[in-house]
T-cell receptor
């Protein structure tokens, strides 16, 4: 069974640009969550999508948005990039319903804003 | 109510020793408690998980101890090895929102 796939693995963008990150969940998983990880900051929750609907949202500005497609693949978009957006962006997939469902992470996309 | 408090922030253990990482939570509705291991530049990998109706779960050198009344759970790494050097995150799942709440992480270094 293939794991969670995130593309691209690395990105370098200029301040003010926008960026789109992609996440393909494990087959059969309908939930995709996105996290931002910066050194010493742990995992900051961005949002979660389940069956194409945003089900949970973290405390990030509106520049951060996402969507989920009918095949459960998800994209995350960051507009008007700032230097502070440099981070490892992780997505996690899970079944999204039922008890004791585990979440599995991708390798992440390392975004550097210069 | 939604927080999971993890300690210590960092931990140094000698090879062969026992590493212990603790987490505490407030929301008694949380229904699943996984631990993740993360190496630099990689995504967190699910290590071991426990349900609240179980007091202990062991997988190889890794054991979760769960104390429901104290609302605490801990990860024990027996016979710690240099290859265990990584950052460990505890988490708790809210069954109402299906959202995972993560601890702040513990950076473990095992000395050879």
């Amino acid at each position: 069974k293939a794991g969670v796939t995130q593309t691209p693995r690395y990105l370098i963008k200029t301040r003010g640009q926008q960026v789109t990150l992609s996440c393909s969940p494990i087959s059969g998983h309908r939930s995709v969550s996105w996290y931002q990880q910066t050194p010493g900051q742990g995992l900051q929750f961005l949002f979660e999508y389940f069956s194409e609907t945003q089900r949970n949202k973290g405390n990030f500005p509106g520049r951060f948005s996402g969507r989920q497609f009918s095949n459960s693949r998800s994209e995350m978009n960051v507009s008007t990039l700032e230097l502070g957006d440099s981070a490892l962006y992780l997505c996690a997939s899970s079944l999204g319903q039922g008890p004791y469902t585990e979440a599995f992470f991708g390798q992440g996309t390392r975004l550097t804003v210069v | 109510q939604q927080q999971v408090k993890q300690s210590p922030q960092s931990l140094i253990v000698q090879k062969g020793g026992i590493s212990i990482i603790n987490c505490a939570y407030e929301n008694t509705a949380f229904d699943y408690f996984p631990w993740y291991q993360q190496f630099p530049g990689k995504g967190p990998a699910l290590l071991i998980a426990i349900r609240p109706d179980v007091s202990e779960k062991k997988e190889g050198r890794f054991t979760i101890s769960f104390n429901k009344s104290a609302k605490q759970f801990s990860l024990h790494i027996m016979d710690s090895q240099p290859g265990d050097s990584a950052t460990y995150f505890c988490a708790a799942r809210n069954p109402g929102t299906y959202k995972y709440i993560f601890g702040t992480g513990t950076r473990l270094k095992v000395l050879a």
